[in-house]
């Protein structure tokens, strides 16, 4: 089994910064893609940030220039900084890996339990 487990999140005053940080464990083979999703009460999920095993990245409008993803794939771990932050991006936030099985090959997403980020104006 895979779990994936984020942490950083919290409350912060707009304009502030917070850290982000995925671990991957368990069963792992191997790790392709990674990425960051939020949901806002009332709304649907939402793509924030994605990585590729080579750092390629892929940013939301909404964040670009405010956020950055990056990843230690020795440490199986996604991080996400987020600055300059504001109260619409106040979300409880996901993270998400393609995690190859052993036995199939196949790369199956997993998820983090989630963490909530709260930003005050």
């Known amino acids: 089994q895979v779990q994936l487990v984020e942490s950083g999140g919290g409350l912060v005053q707009a304009g502030g910064s917070l850290r982000l940080s995925c671990v991957a464990s368990?069963?792992?083979?191997?790790?392709?893609?990674m990425g960051w999703h939020r949901q806002a009460p009332g709304k649907q999920r939402e793509l924030v940030a994605t990585?590729?095993?080579?750092?390629?990245?892929n940013y939301a409008d909404s964040v670009k220039g405010r956020f950055t993803i990056s990843r230690d794939n020795a440490k199986n771990t996604v991080y996400l900084q987020m600055n300059s932050l504001k109260p619409e991006d106040t979300a409880v936030y996901y993270c998400?890996?393609?995690?190859?099985?052993?036995?199939?090959?196949?790369?199956?997403?997993?998820w983090g339990q989630g963490t909530q980020v709260t930003v005050s104006s």
């Open positions: 990585i590729t095993t080579g750092g390629s990245t």
């Open positions: 368990g069963s792992i083979f191997g790790i392709n893609a």
């Open positions: 998400n890996a393609y995690v190859q099985n052993y036995y199939s090959g196949n790369y199956p997403r997993y």
